[in-house]
């Protein structure tokens, strides 16, 4: 692309965040996505129903991984003793042992970045849908996108499974509910990663509050 | 009105939006953040974090990850350990998670980090700009994957702690975190600015 763009066109431009490629937007009908040229990977999505949708799935992301730290994820019989697992549990017995660093990097990476991405999510669909404090949902779309990366739910389900398997040749296990809990809410935070993009939410952000000047 | 060359645009990494690259005083169009700020420490912060996850790295695979007391027995296996009893076990897809995730991960982003600090200083043959971006972006997202075994330590320390049979983490779990956590810094300290079209 040789021509020029000027300062008033730039928002008429996205870069792929995989290969840097600059596209012009296109202009594609509700409910399909546009493609990079070169590397295929999803540029921007239409969803007319973007912030009902994503209030409701946040909503329900919060409830259950609040459920998912109620109830046992795993539960094993040893010599007769049950023994239960939740990640608090986890965190704690890390601390006992004296594995601060440990402690703190599980703490984070399971607990608080995913409990603060889905408040996050909450109060921010929230707010588009009233169409109020713009200065706080710029404040707040600031901040999801710098902890985005170090929500590591989906890494630790696995773990929990790599887990099973090493226990299963000597011991009883059984998978509690909360296991469950947080299998359901790992699947609508993938969702939510992949189909709900940072930059689409600052362009619905302006769209609202410029009607309301 | 003034106009830009493509050359001229970056993304921003925090709202995403095309915007304006203005050199070292870098500031977001759309969102006001202060991006790739680096001053006259261009990779110098990226090299530094990983130097540091290399040197974390080491005692990672030395020392035991996981100890398991056994009436009154102690015995605690590295990483390596860990894989090869999993494998001996026939436990071969979860062997082959733990390397993939504690072995294979680690290494390709040193090694991805590595080439791309050197490529954007010295030129390394006919290397593209969108092919290193794509590299770039690999390393970020493989990244979580080697607190897999990290994570496996803290639940079956959580889960077995009887007096006649306990599972406690090793030295290595701390020197593991610390690794991939200056690998994960190293990688977003990178200025993916540097990465420009050769000519
Ligand atoms: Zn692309
Ligand atoms: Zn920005």
Redesign the interface.
Known sequence: ?KT?????Q??E???C??????HKKAFISNGSKAVCR??KSVLYHRDDALIDKGLALSITGLILFILANVFP??R?D??G?E???TIL???S??LE?G?Y??AL??VY??FIFPIMIFLIYVTLFFLLKTAQKEKLV?DL??LL??IL??N?S???L???L??L???M?MLEIHIGLSFWTLTLFVIIDLYMTRSI???EL?KIKEEIYREQK | MKSWKEEELIRCPICEAVTIDQGKKNICRRCNSKIYQHQKFQTEKSWAFLITAIIFYIPANLYPMLVIKQFGHEEGSTILGGVIVLWEMGSYPVALIILFASVFVPLLKFLLLLYLLISVKYSLGNDSKVDKHTLYYITEVIGPWSMIDVFVVAILAGLIHLSSMEMVAGTASTAFALSVFFTIMAASSFDSRLIKEKR
């Not at chain 1, 020029?4 to 008033?8: A, G, L, N, P, V």
Request: one cysteine or more; a positive charge; proline letters at 0%.
């Open positions: 692309m020029k763009i000027t300062s008033d730039l928002d431009f996205i870069i965040h995989k290969c840097h490629t600059l070169h590397c994820l795993i094993v040893i010599l003793q023994q239960v697992i549990s986890m965190i017995r890390l042992s594995y660093i440990v990097f599980v990476l399971v710029q779309l600031i996108s710098k990366l170090w590591m989906d890494i630790f696995i773990s929990i790599v887990s398997v090493k226990l040749s993009h940072i930059g600052w």
